[in-house]
């Protein structure tokens, strides 16, 4: 396998594999001299290099983890070097314009199968991997509508991969996981960004009140505003059009919020409140939150 890009999500990707054992040798391309050496002290990979062509030529499996504006780069330097049929995939937040990107860079001989790994921290580079990350999380597959017996074999092959990692797998369309993210990822982590920055720009409120008498909700925000910028931006960037719409649907619901609060219908938002609480249950009775107090965190730690 080779990892082109070690962040959080590659180096987890290059560990989780190695603790499942499904790969023979793994092989790192990253560009950061320092990222490189960090590998190299770890000792996750067996090949740690700046080039990407060296380290896709003996891969039967290449997964992208670079920021999704990035990816048509990295694929356009691995497409000449790529062993002949070839597993493609990614790690992106995004799946069509990265299923676009890919398609456009690569050889018709690679079989390409965009995914996404739905699992994070706000921790980032190859010392924040850990071979856990993505046990009883999500990963979307977006594969290509084609039937033939290789490409089928692929995706049945790379969903058994992550499988093997302890996620749960399942295939869908990438417009359809680009709408869905919009929602549940990317529309949050504006609003985070968005708040925590109005927080930081309040004349009347201090930088050090804001900090000292964060309530648990502000606290939240600030975790998730706290995530890789680079990536964000490219994402933010990338899915635009479905971000907009969500954003636009927010928009319109948050000004029904206001009329609410300012002409007193509690009736309303008592409604609300009772809607939404029944989503966060839900989410814990799926087994993708803790029901603990704090949400399971550790307060001395957070």
């Not at 980032?124 to 084609?146: C, M, N, Q, Y």
Request: glycine share 8%.
């Amino acid at each position: 396998m080779a990892v082109i890009g070690c962040g959080l999500i590659g180096a987890s990707t290059a560990l989780a594999a190695r603790m499942a054992g499904t790969v023979g040798a793994i092989a790192v391309a990253d560009a950061n001299p320092d990222h490189r050496a960090r590998i190299v002290e770890l000792g996750f990979a067996d090949l740690v290099t700046d080039s990407i062509a060296l380290a896709v030529a003996e891969a039967d499996l290449v997964i992208f983890a670079v920021p999704v504006l990035a990816m048509g780069h990295a694929a356009a330097e691995a497409a000449a070097h790529l062993k002949p049929g070839a597993t493609v995939s990614d790690v992106g937040s995004v799946k069509g314009s990265v299923s676009e990107a890919l398609r456009a860079s690569l050889p018709d001989h690679a079989l390409i199968i965009p995914g996404h790994p739905i699992a994070g921290a706000e921790q980032s580079g190859p010392g924040a991997g850990f071979a856990k990350l993505f046990d009883k999380h999500w990963v979307i597959l977006t594969p290509e509508p084609r039937q033939d017996a290789a490409y089928l074999g692929a995706v049945a092959a790379l969903s058994e991969f992550w499988t093997a990692t302890g996620a749960m797998v399942e295939c869908m369309d990438a417009a359809h996981h680009d709408l869905v993210l919009a929602i549940t990822s990317h529309l949050p982590h504006l609003i985070a960004y968005n708040i925590v920055g109005t927080a930081a720009d309040m004349e009347d409120v201090t930088r050090a009140e804001v900090i000292k008498y964060s309530a648990g909700g502000f606290r939240d925000f600030t975790r998730i505003a706290a995530s890789d910028p680079t990536m964000w931006r490219d994402i933010f960037l990338s899915n635009k059009e479905a971000v907009l719409e969500m954003l636009g649907r927010f928009t319109e619901d948050l000004q029904a919020l206001s009329r609410a609060i300012r002409w007193g219908e509690g009736d309303k938002l008592f409604d609300l409140f009772t809607r939404t609480r029944d989503i966060r249950r839900g989410i814990v009775d799926a087994g993708q939150e803790s029901p603990e107090p704090n949400f399971g965190r550790d307060r001395d730690k957070h």
